[in-house]
């Protein structure tokens, strides 16, 4: 193995640059060439890299999202997509290619894998900590902490003027996000796809009105998780006034939780995984597979089961803030 490829691919994730410094530091150790698409798999179609040498990684793991740029790639999943990428990989001499991403971007390093001699590792790279086989991926605790200041501070202005607030946060297709930053927010609802598809408008607006009645005027949060109201958390938060008779705001976080400089929990993960998957490479374990950490332990895990249980909230934590829901409901 002489020269291997390494990208960031889909939604950005703080803690990528780490992953790519621990990638390009490890690779060096053993005397390898590494080459950074820039861009995600587009990189590779528009042959659109740069060597990527230790010093050009030098003080990058505080920055956020990523040095190589990311992109959603349109070309991979076209007929002949993979095949032509894989072509590409093989004209440059690329013996690895490291995909640090999430599941679209895993799904993408298997289409590649039917064509591609190469060994291919994935590093979990989501805000969302959506992926199996791993405990947590690169970028979900600072995307929580971001969550949480805002949150923090809008319980803040909520307190002020005793208002009820409507908080959308991030995590497309699983509450892992919601649930925490309402957690460790003191949320009073959190409504995220693990309690339901559907929002019960009359039940929350029941509770802000029973919840205000016993403790009299005061703020009320409710973390929505994005995809969990189609017409969006301000047509929620209509409803939620017109049907509680208090005024409830809305605020949508958004991308706001994609950035910022990572906590340290997530450069250190994203360094730790990025060796981690550079060595297993090296010994000729890690083809498709994931790097990832269960229990403090760096492990390997197959890269076309990421998705496959849909990964879903902290079942313990789900089931206490459903408890402490009901108690309020019940007093
Ligand atoms: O997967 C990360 C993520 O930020 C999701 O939480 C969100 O649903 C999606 O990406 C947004 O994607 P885009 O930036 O393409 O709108």
């Given at each position: 193995m002489q020269r291997i490829g390494v990208l960031t691919s889909g939604g950005d994730a703080p803690g990528m640059n780490a992953a790519i410094r621990a990638v390009v530091l490890t690779a060096s150790q053993y005397g390898l060439e590494v080459i950074g698409f820039r861009h995600g798999f587009n990189g590779i179609f528009q042959r659109d890299f740069q060597l990527l040498q230790s010093t050009d990684v030098?003080?990058?793991?505080?920055?956020?999202?990523t040095i190589l740029k990311s992109a959603r790639c349109k070309a991979l999943p076209q007929p002949g997509g993979a095949e032509l990428a894989a072509q590409i990989l093989h004209e440059l001499g690329i013996d690895a290619l490291l995909v640090i991403g999430g599941d679209g971007s895993f799904r993408g390093c298997m289409a590649l894998s039917h064509y591609y001699q190469g060994q291919i590792v994935g590093l979990p790279g989501t805000?969302?900590?959506?992926?199996?086989?791993?405990?947590l991926t690169i970028g979900f605790a600072t995307a929580l902490q971001t969550a949480l200041d805002a949150i923090d501070k809008i319980r803040d202005t909520a307190d002020a003027f005793e208002r009820t607030f409507l908080v959308e946060v991030m995590g497309r297709h699983t509450g892992y996000l919601a649930l925490s930053a309402g957690i460790a927010g003191s949320a009073e609802q959190i409504i995220c796809p693990?309690?339901?598809?559907?929002?019960d408008v009359a039940d929350i607006a029941a509770d802000i009105r029973s919840y205000q009645q016993q403790h009299g005027a005061c703020s009320y949060i409710i973390v929505l998780a994005e995809t969990m109201y189609p017409a969006g958390a301000a047509a929620l938060a209509q409803e939620l006034s017109v049907q509680s008779d208090t005024e409830c705001r809305a605020v949508v976080l958004g991308h706001?939780?994609?950035?910022g400089s990572p906590v340290g929990s997530d450069r250190i993960l994203a360094t730790k995984l990025g060796a981690y998957a550079v060595e297993q490479l090296m010994a000729g374990h890690a083809h498709l597979m994931m790097a990832g950490e269960q229990a403090g332990q760096a492990v390997l895990f197959p890269l076309s089961l990421?998705?496959?249980?849909?990964k879903k909230a902290d079942p313990f934590l789900l089931a206490w803030q459903d408890r402490v829901l009901q108690q309020h409901k019940a007093t």
């Open positions: 030098r003080q990058i793991s505080h920055l956020g999202g805000i969302d900590n959506d992926l199996d086989g791993t405990d693990e309690y339901g598809e559907t929002v706001l939780q994609r950035g990421t998705g496959a249980q849909h």
